[in-house]
């Protein structure tokens, strides 16, 4: 008896070692996507290279500051359709959609912020991860008033689709990443991310393995990087290129 129970605590030891798999960056993997490929899922909704989060607050403080300098009455409104890709011989590349709404506000009849709306869709391929997927953002971008020395960005981005690691490639399926931005603040002129903070929550599922959860935080961190930490593992993140580093 006592050998049979030692054989099924072995296999269950056995089983719990055969399930752990390690990723390029050191971390691990229980059974379903690993930390790392959430920290790219993340900086993929982050960069430039991928239409994240740089690319949609530049897009929305280029219009501001078109108001700022043509001096636009209250209530003014705006559509804009914009097709972004990228050019060749990279390891990164993207292609999207995007259309935007803006509204903007008064104070006491004085331009005050800019409401900005934008669903989009597209897809992008990194050297960790690709993704198909469509998306929206609420911005509101504060610093219109003619004393104001910086934009500042409140709001939310979402994004949702399929995804292929590069990484583990049995990892393939379906995510959501929704990023609540507090105060990102944006340099006028120059329009260069100073500082910032946001909340990360990434969900999805994997076929036969499960679904995935994952939550985090962002430091925009002046430098043309930030810093994510999800799940108590800390990376950088460039974000021109959406590379990303464990720190």
């Given at each position: 008896?006592?050998k049979?129970k030692?054989?099924?605590?072995?296999?269950l030891?056995?089983?719990?070692?055969?399930?752990?798999?390690t990723?390029?960056?050191?971390g691990?993997?229980?059974?379903?996507v690993s930390?790392a490929?959430?920290?790219?899922?993340?900086?993929?909704?982050l960069?430039m290279?991928?239409n994240?989060?740089?690319?949609?607050?530049?897009?929305?403080?280029?219009?501001?500051t078109?108001?700022?300098?043509?001096?636009?009455?209250c209530?003014t409104?705006?559509?804009d359709?914009?097709?972004?890709?990228?050019?060749?011989?990279?390891?990164?590349?993207?292609s999207?959609?995007l259309?935007?709404?803006?509204?903007?506000?008064?104070?006491?009849?004085?331009p005050?912020?800019?409401s900005?709306?934008?669903v989009?869709?597209?897809?992008?391929?990194?050297?960790?991860?690709?993704s198909?997927?469509?998306?929206?953002?609420?911005?509101?971008v504060?610093?219109?008033?003619?004393t104001?020395?910086?934009?500042?960005?409140?709001?939310?981005?979402?994004?949702?689709?399929?995804?292929?690691?590069?990484?583990?490639?049995?990892?393939?399926?379906?995510s959501?990443?929704d990023?609540?931005?507090?105060?990102?603040?944006?340099?006028r002129?120059?329009?260069?991310?100073?500082?910032?903070?946001?909340?990360?929550?990434i969900t999805?599922d994997v076929p036969?393995k499960?679904?995935?959860?994952?939550t985090?935080?962002?430091?925009?961190?002046?430098?043309?990087?930030?810093?994510?930490?999800?799940?108590g593992?800390?990376y950088?993140?460039?974000?021109?290129?959406?590379?990303?580093?464990k720190?």
């Open positions: 008896m006592k049979i030692l054989s099924i605590v072995a296999m030891l056995l089983g719990a070692v055969a399930c752990k798999k990723d390029n960056s050191g691990s993997v229980t059974g379903n930390n490929e959430a920290a790219d899922m993340v900086a993929g909704s960069s290279n991928s994240g989060v740089a690319n949609v607050s530049a897009d929305a403080t280029l219009d501001a078109a108001y700022v300098n043509t001096h636009v009455a209530g409104s705006k559509s359709s914009i097709s972004r890709q990228s050019s060749g011989g990279s390891a990164y590349s993207y999207y959609n259309k935007y709404n803006y509204v903007v506000n008064c104070v006491n009849n004085v005050d912020n800019l900005s709306s934008l989009y869709s597209g897809s992008f391929s990194g050297p960790n991860l690709s198909t997927n469509s998306g929206s953002s609420i911005f509101t504060g610093g219109l008033a003619p104001a020395t910086d934009f500042v960005i409140n709001g939310e981005f979402k994004r949702s689709g399929s995804f292929q690691s590069k990484i583990d490639t049995t990892n393939h399926g379906n959501s990443i990023i609540v931005i507090n105060a990102l603040t944006i340099t002129p120059g329009r260069n991310i100073a500082s910032g903070n946001a909340t990360v929550s999805g036969k499960g679904s995935f959860s994952y985090g935080t962002l430091v925009f961190n002046g430098n043309g990087t930030a810093t994510l930490t999800l799940n593992t800390v950088t993140i460039n974000l021109m290129t959406g590379a990303r580093v720190v």
